[in-house]
């Protein structure tokens, strides 16, 4: 199934970990696994808001 993602990062309160986690595979995804540099700080960004919205379950692993 075929996603448009955004390109900006919405706030932690605004999306769910999954939500955001589905963004971060989709732009692997598109990349083919090689990030460019800006793909690479979109990504970071991507990180820094699920680890936000994450429970702290998910995040002990």
Do not use: C, K
Request: no cysteine.
């Amino acid at each position: 199934m075929l996603h448009t993602m955004s390109t900006t990062v919405e706030a932690a309160s605004e999306r769910s970990a999954a939500e955001v986690n589905e963004e971060i595979r989709a732009l692997w995804r598109r990349a083919g696994g090689t990030l460019t540099t800006e793909q690479r700080e979109l990504y970071q960004r991507l990180v820094m808001e699920w680890a936000a919205a994450a429970p702290q379950s998910d995040r002990a692993a």
